[in-house]
C-alpha cells in the first residue's frame, strides 16, 4: 500500500524532531553581559515565578524526589529574599539551589555564560587546580595550571582564603541536582573553579594543603591564572567529540567523550567507518569504548555505533513517556522544517496521529502524560561488523544518553563493561528542554 506524499512527510519531520536536540540559546551579546546590570525586585520575582510555572507544566513528575510543599516552601523563602535589585549572579546564587532537591540530573538553571566570559576576557584570575572529592579524603588535585605553584596530583587542599575546601564543595553541591550522589561530586567538581568566582572567592588565593612526605599543614599564596597565562596557556581549540587509537597488542581504543557529531570536520559516520574499516584490515584482537566522561548526547549515535558490533536486536530505551504542555508542543513546532510547516496544522496533526502514535503530543491535552514504546530491532546488515571482542569503560561521569547506551550493551549483553556505576541511571528524565527567564535571561 502506498503512503500519501503528506504523511510520509509528517514521517519524516517527526523524525528530525526525534533525533535534534533542544536548540541552545545565543550569548545575550558578544562582549558578554555587565554582572553589574541591576534587576528590580518585581522583574526578579517575576523571573522565578516563571521558573516554577514552567518547570511544573513541561516536567513530568517534577516532585518525584521532594514533596511539593517543602519545594513551595523554599520558593517562598526565595520569593522573600527577592526584596531589593540584584545581579544576575545574586539571583542564580538564590534560585539555583532550588531545583537541585528535585534530584535530577537534567533539570537545573544554567550558571551564567556570558560573565564568566567577560571575566576571562578581561584577564580574570581563577583558582588554578582541577580537583575531586571524596567524602573520606575530601578534596584532592587531579590536575594543575600554576607552573610556580604545582601541587601533585592527590595532594589534599585544606583551606581556600581561609575557608575550609571542604565545606566550600558541600556548599556548591547546591547548584546542581543529581540521581546519583557521585555524579552529583563529579559536577561540582568539574565546576569547581567557577562555582569560586560566583562566589566571589577570587585571587590571590591563600591556600593550605597536606605535604604528602612530612603530614604538615603548608600555606603558600598563588596568583591564580588567566587564560593567556604564559604558564597556563589553554588551547582555544575545541577538544574532539571522539578519537582512536591503535594500543599495543593490536588492541583499538575510541574515546568517545560526548554523543554529538562533529559535521563539520569529522562527522560521526564517517568517523565510524573509518575506524571499522581499519579494525578489520589490521584484524584486531579487540576493541576499548570509553564512555567514563561521556556526559550524553544524542542517543541515535549509540544505535549507530552498536551497529558495528553486534546483529542482534536491541533497543536502548523500552518506553518514553512525555508530558503534553503548551511550551513543549511549541518548541516541537519550532523543530520542524519551514518546508514541512503545515504538518504542524490541526487537521494533519489529528489525521496523522492515527498512523503514527508520535503524532500524539501534538493532539494530547496539556498534562497528559503521553507514552511511546520502542520495539526491539536488529541493526542492518554491515560489511564491517567487528567480530572481535569489545568491552566499554564507564564511569560516574558516563551520564544521559551515554548511560542509555551502557545500559543497552548490558540488558542485551552486546559486550563486556568495565569500570564504576554511571553517574546515570536507567530510568530518568532525560528528554531535554531548554527554556529562558524573560527578564535576566537565565537558561534553564
Request: glycine share 6%; proline share 5%.
Amino acid at each position: 500500500m502506498k503512503i500519501p506524499l503528506f504523511i510520509f512527510l509528517f514521517f519524516a519531520s517527526l523524525f528530525l524532531v526525534s533525533c535534534s536536540s533542544a536548540g541552545v540559546s545565543k550569548s545575550l551579546n558578544s562582549d558578554g553581559r555587565d554582572t553589574s546590570m541591576l534587576f528590580s525586585a518585581e522583574e526578579l520575582k517575576s523571573d522565578l515565578n516563571f521558573l516554577v510555572k514552567t518547570s511544573q507544566d513541561v516536567h513530568p513528575c517534577l516532585y518525584s524526589a521532594v514533596d511539593s510543599s517543602t519545594f513551595q516552601s523554599s520558593v517562598k523563602k526565595v520569593n522573600g529574599l527577592l526584596n531589593h535589585p540584584m545581579t544576575r549572579l545574586e539571583f542564580y546564587r538564590l534560585a539555583a539551589p532550588l531545583l537541585e532537591p528535585l534530584k535530577n540530573g537534567h533539570t537545573c538553571l544554567l550558571l551564567p555564560a556570558e560573565e564568566w566570559q567577560n571575566f576571562i576576557d578581561r584577564g580574570g584570575r581563577y583558582f588554578p587546580y582541577g580537583i575531586s572529592f571524596d567524602e573520606n579524603s575530601g578534596i584532592r588535585v587531579t590536575s594543575c595550571r600554576d607552573s610556580s605553584n604545582m601541587l601533585a596530583p592527590g595532594t589534599r587542599i585544606l583551606t581556600i582564603n581561609n575557608l575550609s575546601a571542604d565545606s566550600l564543595f558541600n556548599a556548591f553541591l547546591s547548584y546542581r541536582g543529581g540521581e546519583r550522589d557521585k555524579w552529583q561530586n563529579t559536577v561540582t567538581s568539574n565546576w569547581f573553579r567557577r562555582y569560586l568566582w560566583l562566589n566571589g572567592i577570587s585571587a590571590p588565593y591563600e591556600i593550605s594543603y597536606l605535604a604528602s612526605s612530612s603530614g604538615k599543614k603548608i600555606i603558600f599564596k598563588s596568583d591564580g591564572v588567566s587564560q593567556t597565562s604564559s604558564n597556563s596557556q589553554i588551547s582555544s581549540s575545541v577538544e574532539p567529540p571522539y578519537a582512536f587509537e591503535m594500543l599495543p597488542g593490536n588492541i583499538g581504543y575510541m574515546n568517545y567523550k560526548s554523543m554529538e557529531s562533529d559535521d563539520v570536520s569529522n562527522p560521526f559516520g564517517e568517523f565510524l567507518k573509518r575506524v571499522f574499516t581499519e579494525l578489520k584490515e589490521k584484524s584486531s584482537r579487540g576493541l576499548i569504548v570509553d564512555l567514563r566522561h561521556n556526559g550524553g548526547g544524542n542517543a541515535k549515535y549509540g544505535y549507530m555505533l552498536l551497529s558495528y558490533i553486534t546483529e542482534k536486536p536491541f533497543r536502548m530505551h523500552a518506553m518514553k513517556a512525555w508530558k503534553s504542555s503548551a511550551q513543549y508542543k511549541e518548541e516541537m513546532r519550532k523543530r520542524i522544517p519551514w518546508w514541512v510547516e503545515w504538518v504542524s496544522y490541526r487537521p494533519v496533526i489529528w489525521l496523522a496521529a492515527l498512523f503514527n502514535e508520535n503524532g500524539k503530543m501534538f493532539t494530547a491535552s496539556d498534562g497528559d502524560i503521553v507514552e511511546l514504546k520502542t520495539e526491539e530491532k536488529a541493526p542492518a546488515s554491515n560489511p564491517l561488523l567487528f567480530h572481535g571482542k569489545v568491552c566499554f569503560l564507564i564511569g560516574t561521569d558516563t551520564f544521559s544518553s551515554a548511560m542509555l547506551l551502557a545500559n543497552a550493551v548490558s540488558d542485551y549483553k552486546l559486550a563486556c563493561l568495565i569500570g564504576e556505576e554511571t553517574g546515570g541511571i536507567p530510568n530518568e528524565f532525560g528528554e531535554v528542554y531548554y527554556f529562558k527567564l524573560p527578564n535576566t535571561h537565565l537558561r534553564v
